[in-house]
T-cell receptor, first 113, second 111 residues
């Protein structure tokens, strides 16, 4: 099992550009999440999905969009990149909401200049 | 609003020197408290789930405990490979699907 795979690992964007962070998992988990991690701050939930075709906003959704057409894939779209979106982005998945056992990818470091 | 505070921010230990990390929380209706380990440049890795006061979980040199206000991660006779950032997170009745993460404790264990 590869677990949760994120691409790209690193990316530099110019202000106003758009891009998609890819996330795929091979554990057949229904729940998938996107978090961002900023220096000196705790992880913050951007969007989550409870299954294919179902997504919802987390704590910090502004400037982002997601889709979930399959169980495996949960891409995160950044529209009109801004410097405030410079961060490390983590995709995660889980088989249960209650256990708190999230499986994280290795992260995508995004810099917006 | 839920709050999760971890202390200390950073901790340096000699190999074999036992210590504890603290996670204090203020939440409405705790549904679970979770500990994760994060190595530099990697995603967090799940360690433990605690659901109610008095509960304890152990894994190798790590032991997590929970009271009504805080959780401790005890590290017994640590080794250099235990060096990492340890994250605490809570799930409450207020947080929906989000886990509320603390800022973490950066642990360095020297030989």
């Amino acid at each position: 099992n590869a677990g949760v795979t994120q691409t790209p690992k690193f990316r530099i964007l110019k202000i106003g550009q758009s891009m998609t962070l890819q996330c795929t998992q091979d554990m057949n988990h229904n729940y998938m999440y996107w978090y961002r991690q900023d220096p000196g701050m705790g992880l913050k939930l951007i969007y989550y999905s409870v299954g294919a075709g179902i997504t919802d906003k987390g704590e910090v959704p502004n400037g982002y969009n997601v889709s979930r057409s399959t169980t495996e894939d949960f891409p995160l779209r950044l529209e009109l990149a801004a410097p405030s979106q410079t961060s490390v982005y983590f995709c995660a998945s889980s088989y249960s909401r209650q256990t708190g056992e999230l499986f994280f990818g290795e992260g995508s470091r995004l810099t917006v200049l | 609003e839920d709050q999760v505070t971890q202390s200390p921010e950073a901790l340096r230990l000699q190999e074999g020197e036992s210590s504890s990390l603290n996670c204090s929380y203020t939440v409405s209706g705790l549904r679970g408290l979770f500990w994760y380990r994060q190595d530099p440049g990697k995603g967090p890795e799940f360690l433990f789930t605690l659901y109610s006061a008095g509960e304890e979980k152990e894994k190798e040199r790590l032991k997590a405990t929970l009271t009504k206000k805080e959780s401790f991660l005890h590290i017994t006779a640590p080794k250099p490979e235990d060096s990492a950032t340890y994250l605490c997170a809570v799930h409450s009745g207020n947080s929906g699907y989000a886990l509320n993460f603390g800022k973490g404790t950066s642990l360095l264990v020297t030989p």
